[in-house]
């Protein structure tokens, strides 16, 4: 029989678990050194960097539309603690330090969580995972410096209306797993995120534009039957192109995806499938 953690032995030990997290990474960021944007400005910058909207609501089989509705909720109050938020030069922007504990008592409803293990479940707070993906892609079209990311190591979904490459997203669990970026450029930038009916919309903008352009493409995507269970591959690069001309200067390999397929396999594409 295997061995259970310290946190999986009743309700009581996990939350002590929770508070012993909580408390190494306070500590640890009080003696980093680094300083935490927090600067909030209605007006945005001139310079449009990169936009983007995600759906907000995703039928997914085996998952609870209640859950997706109630997602729509926790995306309203995360993104009102820091639209408008001008990140300095030399400043960290971390998601845990602008939104808090996601706590019933501060209105969110329960939603979709996935756990250390890539189980689903649901959880207060649960799809914020989103807006730090929206914050991701948009940081991902800039020289921005990602310092904390946690991806998902399996394929959870399929790719219904999928607008954005496959493991392009990253994890959030407070205080845990956060999502920070560090402005390494000479010049203020701006996160800007809000709702409308249907989608989650987010912009980076700067004073002024960048000296170059950046593109992310996916390259050999496909599904791969390794001994009887499926995996999702694929390559992420990141192209940093010429303002001017458009020429690639430089194309770096962010992400290598060899990802477990979780989902029934009926739904992945046939012509999408090798055997090689």
Known sequence: MERKLFCEISPFTYKISQQ?????????????????????????????????????????????????????QNLKIASSKFTGLVIHPGETFSYWHLVGNPTEKKGYLPGLTIS???????????GLCQLANMVHWLVLHSPLEVTELHHHSDALFPDERRKVPFGTGTSVFYSKLDYRFKNTTDQDVQILVWLDDEYLNGELRSEKAFEHRYRIIEENDHFRNENGTFYRISQIYKLTLDRETGETLKKELILDNHSKVLYDYSLIPPEKIRND
């Open 20 to 72: 012993k997290e909580w408390v190494i990474r306070f500590a640890k960021d009080l003696v980093s050194g680094e300083k935490y944007a927090k600067e909030i400005k209605s007006e945005p910058l001139d310079n449009l960097v990169k936009s983007h909207a995600s759906i907000l609501i995703r039928r997914l089989n085996g998952v609870d539309l209640t859950l997706q509705q109630n997602k729509v």
């Open 116 to 126: 250390a293990r890539q189980t689903m479940g649901n959880g207060v707070g649960g």
